[in-house]
């Protein structure tokens, strides 16, 4: 459901936040990192257009200080 309401889907999203979903998780860059990387690479394996896939990424980008609780 989250993933949709970030890419433009549905508008009220009432799950926990970014945040809130993953401070139990002790994420570390090398996690969020490897997560972009699996992301970008399914993107490109799938034919993704580059401009579409540099706006995923940018979205997810986005998530990096709530998912990593800085």
Do not use: C, W
Not at 4 to 15: C, H, K, R, S, V
């Amino acid at each position: 459901m989250f993933l949709t309401y970030a890419f433009g889907g549905m508008q009220n999203y009432t799950g926990k936040s970014m945040r809130e979903a993953h401070k139990h998780l002790d994420l570390t860059e090398e996690h969020f990192g490897a997560v972009a990387g699996h992301l970008k690479a399914t993107l490109e394996e799938l034919n993704v257009p580059i401009e579409l896939q540099d706006e995923v990424m940018t979205i997810a980008a986005s998530t990096h200080d709530d998912v990593l609780n800085l």
